[in-house]
């Protein structure tokens, strides 16, 4: 167990929908990040949240949204979902000093039908 | 703009070494990582080297980086049927966050 959950593991639906990815950081971690893991692409990153601030954003979707909360746990929104955004979605916390040690949630498996 | 690239597949035999190579294109990453990640798992980090050092040894792993190439090696000593897995290498992207590569996968076979 890496200390980082997300849920759910597994999520089937269809196109046009939308869903709700969860994530709990590991304890005192300020940074989450989330990636999309798809056998084309490979992991690309989407968006990284320091406290409660967006920080970075990367190649996220327009339909795509993500926000963290004050008890530092992040929720990552995709709406008008398409066969193509069926991935592997990851969550990552950092402390937030020091080398980019990322540690990696289960991840979050979409399939979109 | 930043791009990270690996051989796609690697196959040895159980005892032998393995070597995965890398290749990245910024130059100014302070940090270069390496990571795992099993069947149905996340990925978890094996190993970072800091930009200055040219190696670094961890038990059955070798890190080697060469800057000036821009070039990143994995070597895992005696592998074993359960390194088999997907291994990624990563740089420092400047936001505080990583650019990985698409994976090496390595299997090991008895």
């Known amino acids: 167990d890496s200390g980082v959950t997300q849920t759910p593991k597994h999520l089937i639906t269809a196109t046009g929908q939308r869903v709700t990815l969860r994530c709990s950081p590991r304890?005192?971690?300020?940074?989450v990040y989330w990636y999309q893991q798809s056998l084309d692409q490979g992991l690309q990153f989407l968006i990284q949240?320091?406290?409660?601030?967006?920080?970075a954003k990367g190649n996220i979707l327009e339909r795509f949204s993500a926000q963290q909360f004050p008890d530092l746990h992040s929720e990552l929104n995709l709406s008008s979902l398409e066969l193509g955004d069926s991935a592997l979605y990851f969550c990552?916390?950092?402390?937030?000093?020091?080398?980019?040690?990322?540690?990696f949630g289960a991840g979050s498996r979409l399939t979109v039908l | 703009g930043e791009d990270v690239e690996q051989s796609l597949f690697l196959s040895v035999r159980e005892g032998d070494s393995s070597v995965i190579n890398c290749t990245y294109t910024?130059?100014?990453?302070?940090?270069l990582y390496w990571y795992k990640q099993e069947p149905g798992a996340g990925l978890q980090l094996l190993t970072y080297?800091?930009?200055?050092?040219d190696m670094k040894q961890d038990q059955r792993l070798t890190v080697l980086l060469n800057k000036k190439d821009k070039h990143l090696s994995l070597r895992i000593a005696d592998t074993q049927t359960g390194d088999s897995a997907i291994y990624f290498c990563?740089?420092?992207?400047?936001?505080?966050?990583?650019?990985f590569g698409k994976g090496t996968m390595l299997l090991v076979s008895p």
């Open positions: 990552a916390s950092h402390a937030g000093a020091g080398a980019n040690v990322l540690t």
């Open positions: 304890s005192g971690d300020l940074s």
């Open positions: 949240y320091y406290n409660g601030e967006e920080r």
């Open positions: 910024d130059s100014s990453s302070t940090y």
């Open positions: 080297i800091f930009s200055n050092m």
């Open positions: 990563a740089e420092d992207s400047g936001y505080s966050t990583l650019t």
